[in-house]
């Protein structure tokens, strides 16, 4: 059974660019989280999908959007970077009502 | 707003020495705590989950319990080994929509 696939895993992009990272939830969830994780920091909560909705967002401007496809899988666009985008973005993927959340590995974006 | 602090920062020890790492949250609503672990550039392993209903949860040589009243978690790590190097994140989650909140972490390093 796949855990939670991420793609790339490295990026490297140059400021005012826009990115798209993506990810794949363990088999059978249907809910999908992201986060930015600075080096040095916890991770910060970006936003979650259900049934390819925005459930809820945390702090982070609208630069930062989603999507959530029928079978679940999700994209993050993240359009204008600054060099602070700059950071490891994970994805968690669990089961609606579920309080158990799974990570991948990550993508480590770098903005130059 | 809730805040998650992790104390401390960083630590080293000498392997077989057993250690003890701490959380503390300013809003006791919360509905579990979750202890992960983080290898360097790497996404997050899940480790222990405490229900807020719970005092502690035990898996092998980790041990982690759970003062909801005073905004305390504390990680109990036996008989520590150099595997054990790596990062300790704290976290907490809130409410339905199961988003964590967590700390900015404890850098643990075992020496041999």
């Known amino acids: 059974d796949a855990g939670v696939t991420q793609s790339p895993t490295h990026l490297i992009k140059t400021r005012g660019q826009q990115v798209t990272l993506r990810c794949s939830p363990k088999?059978?969830?249907?809910?999908v989280s992201w986060y930015q994780q600075a080096l040095g920091q916890g991770p910060q909560f970006i936003f979650q999908?259900?049934?390819?909705?925005?459930?809820q967002r945390g702090n982070f401007p609208d630069r930062f959007s989603g999507h959530q496809f029928p079978n679940y899988s999700s994209e993050l666009n993240v359009n204008a970077l600054l060099l602070g985008d700059s950071a490891l973005y994970l994805c968690?993927?669990?089961?609606?009502?579920?309080?158990?959340?799974?990570f991948g590995p990550g993508t480590r974006l770098t903005v130059l | 707003k809730q805040e998650v602090t992790q104390i401390p920062a960083a630590l080293s020890v000498p392997e077989g020495e057993n250690l003890v790492l701490n959380c503390s949250f300013t809003d006791s609503a919360i509905y579990n705590l979750q202890w992960f672990r983080q290898d360097p550039g790497k996404g997050l392993t899940s480790l222990l989950l405490i229900q807020s209903s719970q005092r502690e949860q035990t898996s092998g040589r980790l041990n982690a319990s759970l003062d909801k009243s005073s905004g305390r978690s504390t990680l109990y790590i036996a008989a520590s080994q150099p595997g054990d190097s790596a990062t300790y994140l704290c976290?907490?989650?809130?409410?339905?929509?199961?988003?964590?909140?967590f700390g900015t972490g404890t850098l643990l390093a075992v020496q041999p």
């Open positions: 088999s059978g969830h249907d809910t």
């Open positions: 976290a907490v989650e809130g409410g339905a929509t199961n988003k964590l909140i």
């Open positions: 968690a993927s669990s089961l609606a009502g579920g309080h158990t959340q799974y």
């Open positions: 999908y259900y049934e390819e909705e925005e459930r």
